[in-house]
């Protein structure tokens, strides 16, 4: 399974010059480029090309005995070829029947392995690890109803209707806050118990029961932009208090065992392992905050708000952990000057978005949000090409 890791770096490495050529037609206007279409492409490509990939890869080679890697490896090249469909669909037609179609098989492609994954898991479902995996693919199969519905409105003409939001937002909720955040959280115990890490048993228990909970809650959060009844504000306050408490907890785990993992890891990834926790502090609290109305409709209305916040999720949050354990497993070799330019061109865009509105007139913001897309090339570029051309991969 190690070695299938390459192409989840190639789909990374895609998405970015993606993002970059959407930056760069918001600078200078690209002739023919039709930006919803890529936009799409953008998100399908890091979802389920990168972020998924290299979770389907890293839960099967570590979770799994290795004698049963061999009934997971055609479900990742179906998969990845299916990823490729919509590299291709996506820019020609947007949401249009090659692409819906392609996605929706992915789709029952995913559930076919999260089948297979709960069967050869069954008999291990208490270990922390392969509970947080469980979990993650579990909230996968939610997800999913998301874009079923917006292939139905779409067909049904009401693409830009309130509901076609609402299912858009469901999707990416139990993505973000199900699939990945549960997907990298079955990697970090996984990576502290390789680490010879003990865990406290009732702070470990109350942290992975409440933040399990409180996902399904804090759907509530993504819907407050639609002035909706009282009862829906308190619930969405309800969840997002309930993942204070779980980050609390979370903290309190890894605080107890950072002195024995702070001397094992290496350099670049502990800077990039306290970088994702810290993205998924501000995370939570900025989930807390969002429950004010007048913040819900300016996280809605401001769509550069809405984008840094999906990026310190999916890049910070979710892609720098991700790159931390990789690195970790000796499966890719990231050198300093790579994890640079990934931190200073994620944190040089956010600060650029959250500006807009304060900056001076002279200030183009477009120009240099382009600028900061081509240091997380360089970033993703040159760990990609380190991770198919280079790195020899240590299992």
């Known amino acids: 399974m190690e070695k299938l890791i390459k192409l989840p770096f190639v789909f990374f490495l895609i998405a970015a010059l993606v993002g970059f050529a959407l930056r760069w037609h918001y600078y200078q206007p690209i002739a023919g480029f039709q930006y919803s279409n890529w936009l799409h492409t953008h998100s399908h490509v890091m979802f389920l ?55 929706t098989i992915h789709t029952f492609i995913v559930v076919i392995f999260c089948i297979r994954f709960f069967r050869e898991t069954k008999s291990n479902k208490s270990n922390i690890a392969v509970w947080f995996a469980r979990a993650s693919l579990g909230f996968f199969l939610i997800s999913a109803i998301g874009p079923f519905v917006v292939g139905t409105l779409v067909a049904k003409g009401l693409g830009q209707s309130e509901w076609y939001h609402l299912a858009v937002y469901f999707y990416l909720h139990f993505q973000y806050n199900g699939v990945f955040t549960f997907g990298i959280l079955a990697l970090l115990f996984h990576w502290m118990e390789q680490k010879g890490c003990s865990f406290n048993g009732t702070t470990l228990s109350r942290f992975h029961t ?70 998924f502090a501000i995370k939570v609290m900025l989930q807390l905050m969002s429950v004010h109305p007048k913040v819900a409709m300016l996280a809605y209305e401001v769509r550069f708000y809405v984008i840094a916040y999906l990026h310190l999720v999916l890049i910070a949050l979710i892609s720098f952990f991700l790159l931390a354990w990789y690195n970790e497993q000796g499966w890719i070799f990231i050198r300093r000057m790579y994890a640079n330019f990934l931190i200073v061109g994620f944190v040089s ?47």
């Open 49 to 103: 090309g990168w972020v998924f990939n290299a979770l389907f890869v890293g839960l099967v080679a570590r979770l799994l005995p290795r004698s049963s890697h061999g009934r997971f490896k055609a479900i990742f090249y179906f998969l990845n070829l299916l990823v490729f469909g919509m590299l291709v669909s996506f820019p020609l037609q947007g949401y249009g029947i090659y692409s819906i179609a392609i996605s």
């Open 349 to 395: 865009s956010e600060l650029i978005m959250i500006s807009v509105g304060y900056l001076p007139d002279f200030f183009n913001v477009s120009q240099w949000l382009a600028i900061t897309s081509a240091f997380l090339v360089l970033g993703t570029g040159g760990i990609t090409f380190r991770t198919i051309f280079v790195t020899s991969i240590k299992y």
């Open 210 to 279: 409440i933040l399990f909970i409180s996902c399904f809650p804090a759907y509530a959060l993504s819907t407050l932009w639609t002035n909706p009844p009282t009862i829906v504000y308190w619930v969405a306050l309800l969840a997002a208090l309930l993942q204070v408490i779980a980050l609390n907890d979370l903290f309190s785990i890894l605080w107890t065992s950072w002195n024995k993992l702070k001397q094992t890891i290496l350099p670049n990834s502990r800077i990039l392992l306290i970088a994702s926790m810290f993205a």
